[in-house]
């Protein structure tokens, strides 16, 4: 039998951008609206077919850490963007707050994901984003310490896309990984954090399940955990607007993010521990005794692959202390949210009432490479730090710093992503509206 070759990828100038954005997800939205917002000419890259990430694909359903406890916003800008259009669009309500499963108040808004799939890229659409769904960056073609362009499995064939400056914000670090970038690791007593399959029940008595007290919660809690039905000590969930549904973030699982087949296995494992909590539930949860396991998530949320190493390392101390850093970019105030891939608790530290911290354009910047820029989970932080940088609204406020960050390298400063003018980003990102510290 003849060998068949492999197929050559399409070039034409058809495929040339000013900036390529790898990943839809919340950071990634978010570096493709303020890229184009700021005149670049930007692709997105999506390998699902719709955009949000772990917001969508992931079923988090919920953006928590906007403002620090005592009510002052640190993320504003293009999240804030997000949020407007959803909330115009019938996907989500106002800011409210909830108490975790640690018992801490937390500020959040819920959002319908079917909605923020559209409101997603309707808005990218409007600032003239080009948008490739079910399209996956396999490969990347460098020169030197540039990246020249990705070879990207398309629907139908596959591409090579060029472009002048490039931002990684594929959560996996996808685009760094294929170009042969650096990572930071683990350190003795730490592990990756596991992922969970995301699950919906309806329809629930929501007042019931509201009004549930922290006595009523530890009794099901203890006996979930007795039973070995709950892996975590948690009843976590997230409403969907508008219904009598809720989104339950319980499961547990692990995965190698290096091993395709262990990626796979979490997948099912996922899925699996999701009908096993649900019957749980149903029995023993107040509000749930009609409902119905009634939706999987598309796939299991993942909470942490790899961290770029960058130009700056942000620490743990960094954060407890809210450092402010001259070329800081985007803040946050979420607390250190660490969750243990074995025991049934996380660690979780809680900041003052009205704490924040800052995130450096520097990390942002990935060593080795002069035209890349990293946003959302990839961002160079130590194990801890990253774990009060993940979530959503801080994701985007990265995303915005990134997208604005390359638009500028693009345009002038001969797409070198060091050369940027660190006051002119600083002034565009508070003109959209964002918040960088005092
Ligand atoms: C179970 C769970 C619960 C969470 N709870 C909350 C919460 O309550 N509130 C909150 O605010 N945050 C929460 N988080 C954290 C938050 O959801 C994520 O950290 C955040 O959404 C990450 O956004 P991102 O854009 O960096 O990455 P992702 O959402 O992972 O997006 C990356 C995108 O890149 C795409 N991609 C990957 N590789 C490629 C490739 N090679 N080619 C093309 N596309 C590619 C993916 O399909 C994806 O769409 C939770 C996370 C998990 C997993």
Known sequence: MEETPVTPCETSSRYSYDVIVVGGGMAGCAAALAAARSGSNVLLVEQNAFLGGAATAGMVGQFVGWQTRAGRKVVGGVAEDIVTRLRADGG?????????????????IEYDAQILKVSLEQMLIEAGVSILFKSFVMAARCDGDR????????????????????IDASGDMALVTAAGGSFLGLGDDEALQPGTMMFEMAPVDLAEMDAMTRSDRDRVIEAGLRSGALPRAALHYSRVPGADAAWFNISRVSVDPDDPFSVSRGEIEGRRQAVEISRFLKQNMPGCSKARLSALAPQLGIRDTRRVLGDHVITRDEISAG???????????????????TGTDLTFIEFGEDHH????????????????????????????????????PTAMAMGHAAGAGAALAATSAQGEVRAVSIPELQARLRSENAFLGV
């Open 323 to 341: 450092v402010g850093y001259e070329d800081t970019v985007a803040c946050g105030a979420y607390p250190i949210d660490v969750h243990k891939p």
């Open 92 to 108: 989500c309500g106002e800011l409210g707050t909830f108490v975790m499963s640690t018992g801490h108040e937390m500020n959040r």
């Open 147 to 166: 990246i020249g362009a990705v070879s990207v499995w398309t629907a139908g064939r596959p591409i090579e896309a060029s472009a002048s400056i490039f």
């Open 357 to 392: 911290y800052s995130i450096p354009y520097r990390a942002l910047v990935p060593a080795g490479f002069r035209n890349v820029l990293t946003a959302g989970r990839g961002v160079s932080a130590t194990h801890e730090a990253f774990a009060a940088l993940r979530v959503m």
